[in-house]
């Protein structure tokens, strides 16, 4: 395929020069009032159909987007544009605006950097690093080996920078859109280029090869054509696999690269980066074995390290709070939404993130539109070439045309129609398929006479590319729930007043009457029977995300509606707010505060509650044992659980968070106030929010002896999720101690569900502790053997034979033994049943037991 131009030249002022006549060419666009591509087409070929004009949608989207032409090509756009009306009568324009635009062409043709055919390797080395004289901030990544279908192991990461460029000839890398693909290559690009500049000639040196770029001869620009230096290799790195949207020109354009490498393998190896891969496509790379490898998502620490790149050093912990503050953690942790983050930190210091959420959305998402499509795109890439194998014969000219414009549609009308089909899929009661609905859209729509099958399998390659959608099967889903979230609010909110109607409805929907048979979270009893309050049960499939994006959206419109949250009876309208807050949806500073005063307010004990509190159950019963149920009852009236949700609520508010902090931390100490569960519930709350002496509250409310085993066990659970180390130590502390009856048995059990391998061997140094009592001894070894320990089995065996046992135990472990399918139980068993030292009644239990090898076999398999 020849190459139409250098992928890998440098040359910032051509591309800056680009960038600035695309700039100009949308603003003519825009005031010839945004008329459609195939419009402009058509236009054009009416009005200079003696110059035979030819304006192809595909031609349009790359000027628009920073792509060159020949001169008469942008000539035609631009007077197109400029004879514009929509009362069909064209204005003049003058000859000097047209030679303007001439002069700028001539501008960027000069600036254009030239292909050097012979000694081209310096030059190239040259062109590389003069192109990245300030490159963006990189932090690097991890990689797995990728299986399809299966979730990627973080345990056996390896760093990205070592394991793609080395592992092997040919190594494919699959990435998420906006996960950090291109910024691998490049960075490893330049990096390599430096060194060879320097001297040092070690590693393979890279050529970046973006795969729209090739045609009909893969690689053919003559630098590829022996090797950089002696003894040394070309290593080609092929990004951009996913912008051809033709999938048969997509394997075409893969096959041709995997060959032309393989022929120089002695000098050549390749390295594929690419959002997916299809069955197809992997079939084709079958031959070649390639290492495929998944590229992992930042940790923590990763984003730390890029947010240090990026701020000044005494920011980076104000940016690693206000990501926490506003719920961004699992969201930043995508490389190019963490880049955005840094970057709305750094030019808004008096924002916080946790008012920018959908505006971040925003810039990610136009972010990772931004490239789609490439200004490099050819026709084919989106239609085929006429006559293809697999392409329907009868293929007319125009639905080539809509095929190559519907692929090369333009970010900002690629986001709108991605917008429809988000509402329309919440708008349907199940969820409708995404395909279904991409269909009823006009621009989507199948052409007449093209096969149905044909036509879907090309939308998914064409739409699969803007990064949004993934596919599963013959269809495609939204990547993540909260891409259609945002898409659908940002559909619903134009104009703005439907958006409002549509908030408005959502919100009165949640809003109940408050009856003293209905309980209800966050309100006293007591009073207010028949009031209307807000409840944040969902309400016809809503859910807290897309609200938040509503609100975001609607921006100050929304205020009228969110100042009724806090007055409503109860507390549920402020932890929403609170909820929406920790999401970092934008909320007015006066509804924010009404919120916490009410958080405030319900924090306060009234005086039943300290009354009910400071009874004396213990010394009531001592004066008169009837009262009991009155002073337990009393003591109840303390007790309300919804305090902890108003301390919570308040840690989402930075100027209520101490408060709310020491709440909580009063609150999990507090068992006249707060029930066992509340108090959990409080110190998880600190413990989710950083507080150090959450972790230490849980491990004191499981180790109440006052509570019982079950209790005590669950508390225990929780903290397993949260710290887990702490739970087995808690857990370990209370089997050496033999705690409790049974409380230390259970906790062994427990101790198996949480770390296998330890706790057997928990329970066989149990089985093998004569201090034990024998049942227990017995079932720890059982315990063992069903998690094949391969000595338990010969425990059950001993415990069997043990005189010393009582009968029944010993009857147990030949039934045990049975049960876990040991070949020693037949043999136990029939020495057993002739042990005259057994009763009757325990021989006959045994003899129920088959009496050969092949019957307890039989048994053993029912």
């Known amino acids: 395929m020849a190459q139409r131009h250098d992928p890998h030249a440098g040359g910032s002022i051509y591309e800056e020069l680009l960038q600035e006549q695309a700039r100009e060419l949308r603003a003519l666009k825009a005031r010839a009032g945004n008329p459609s591509m195939r419009k402009v087409a058509q236009r054009a070929a009416d009005l200079f159909a003696d110059e035979k004009a030819v304006l192809a949608p595909s031609t349009q989207s790359a000027l628009f987007h920073g792509g060159h032409s020949r001169r008469d090509t942008l000539l035609w756009l631009v007077r197109t544009l400029l004879s514009w009306d929509r009362d069909g009568e064209p204005p ?38 003069r192109a990245a004289q300030a490159p963006e901030p990189y932090v690097s990544q991890s990689v797995v080996s990728w299986h399809d279908g299966r979730p990627a192991e973080r345990a056996t990461a390896r760093p990205a920078s070592a394991a793609v460029f080395t592992t092997g000839p040919l190594v494919v890398l699959l990435g998420d859109p906006g996960g950090g693909k291109t910024a691998l290559l490049r960075r490893h690009q330049l990096d390599v280029c430096r ?32 090797p950089p230096a002696p003894g040394s290799h070309w290593l080609v790195l092929l990004d951009g696999l996913d912008e051809i949207t033709h999938a ?76 926490d503050d506003a719920g961004l953690a699992d969201l930043v942790k995508l490389p190019l939404i963490g880049a955005v983050v840094c970057r709305s930190y750094r030019d808004h210091p008096d924002r916080p993130l946790g008012s920018t959420r959908g505006e971040l959305y925003d810039e990610f998402l136009t972010g990772l539109m931004a490239t789609t499509p490439r200004t490099d795109t050819l026709p084919e890439h989106h239609a085929g070439r006429q006559g293809d194998a697999g392409a329907p014969a009868g293929l007319s000219p125009a639905v080539r045309e809509h095929v190559d414009a519907l692929s090369t549609l333009p970010p900002a009308d690629l986001r709108t129609l991605l917008q429809e089909v988000a509402a329309r899929r919440r708008e349907s009661d199940a969820g409708r398929p995404v395909m279904d609905i991409l269909l009823e859209q006009p621009l989507a729509k199948r052409p007449p006479g093209v096969p149905a099958e044909w036509w ?93 994006f509503l609100i975001d959206r609607l921006t100050g419109a929304a205020t009228a509606e969110l100042e009724k949250l806090p007055s409503s009876a109860g507390i549920s309208g402020s932890t929403f707010l609170a909820a929406q807050k920790r999401l970092g949806t934008h909320l007015p500073a006066e509804v924010g ?89 409080a110190a998880t709350a600190l413990v989710h929010d950083g507080d150090a002496s959450g972790p230490g509250l849980i ?56 770390d296998e391998a330890h706790g057997v061997a928990r329970m066989k140094a149990i089985a093998d502790d004569p201090a034990c009592p024998a049942h227990k001894r017995l079932n720890a070894a059982y315990v063992a053997a069903r998690h094949h320990d391969p000595r338990a089995p010969e425990d059950l065996a001993r415990f069997a034979r043990d005189p010393g046992l009582e009968e029944d ?54």
């Open 92 to 129: 003049a324009y003058g000859a000097a605006e047209l030679d303007a635009w001439d002069e700028r062409w001539t501008a960027i043709t000069q600036a254009k950097p030239r292909r050097r055919a012979r000694g081209g390797l310096k030059a190239y080395l040259a062109d590389v690093c």
């Open 195 to 226: 060194q060879w500049e320097a001297g040092v000639r070690t590693a393979a040196l890279p050529v970046y090869v973006v795969a729209t770029s090739l045609a009909d001869e893969p690689l053919a620009a003559p630098l590829l054509a022996r």
């Open 248 to 323: 048969p020109t997509r394997r075409e354009t893969l096959r041709g690269v995997v060959r032309w490498v393989a022929r120089r393998g002695k000098t050549h190896r390749l390295v594929v980066a690419t959002r997916h891969l299809s069955a197809q496509e992997l079939s084709d790379l079958q031959d070649a074995a390639p290492v495929c490898l998944e590229l992992l998502r930042f940790e923590t620490e990763d984003v730390r390290k890029l947010a240090a790149a990026r701020l000044d050093p005494e920011r980076v912990d104000g940016l690693m709070t206000a990501i």
């Open 456 to 548: 879907k399998e090309w939308l998914i390659a064409c739409f699969r590319r803007s990064g949004v959608f993934r596919q599963q099967g013959a269809e495609l889903e939204f990547e993540h729930h909260t891409y259609e979230e945002f898409l659908a609010a940002c559909a619903v909110c134009e104009p703005p007043g439907r958006g409002l109607a549509e908030l408005r409805r959502v919100l009165d929907g949640h809003r109940r009457r408050l009856w003293p048979w209905r309980p209800a979270p966050g309100y006293r009893p007591g009073g207010g029977r028949g009031q209307r309050m807000w409840t944040a049960a969902a309400v016809d499939g809503e859910n807290m995300s897309y609200l938040g």
């Open 593 to 681: 505060r009404q919120a916490v005063e009410k958080l405030r307010r319900h924090l306060k004990a009234g005086g039943l509650a300290r009354f009910g509190a400071a009874v004396d159950i213990d010394g009531v019963n001592q004066l008169d044992p009837n009262s009991v149920p009155v002073a337990e009852a009393l003591a109840a009236l303390a007790i309300d659980d919804s305090r902890v949700d108003a301390a919570g609520a308040l840690l989402a508010f930075a100027e209520s968070r101490a408060e709310g902090r020491a709440a909580l931390r009063a609150l999990a100490r507090s068992p006249r106030l707060t029930s066992v569960q509340g108090r959990v519930a």
């Open 699 to 754: 491990v004191d409310l499981a180790s109440d002896p006052g509570l019982d085993d079950d209790t005590r066990l669950g508390i225990v659970w929780r903290l397993t999720g949260l710290r887990r180390h702490l739970a087995l130590d808690l857990l370990d502390s209370w089997i050496d101690a033999r705690t409790g009856e049974d409380l230390w048995f259970k906790a062994a059990l427990m101790v198996v569900k949480i």
């Open 809 to 862: 135990l010993r009857v147990a472990a030949v039934h045990l033994l049975a049960e876990i399918g040991h070949p020693s139980a037949v043999a136990v068993r029939d020495e057993l049943t002739r042990d005259t030292h057994l009763t009757s009644r325990a021989r006959k239990s045994l003899r129920r037991l088959p009496s050969s090898d092949e019957g307890m076999a039989t048994r053993l398999g029912e």
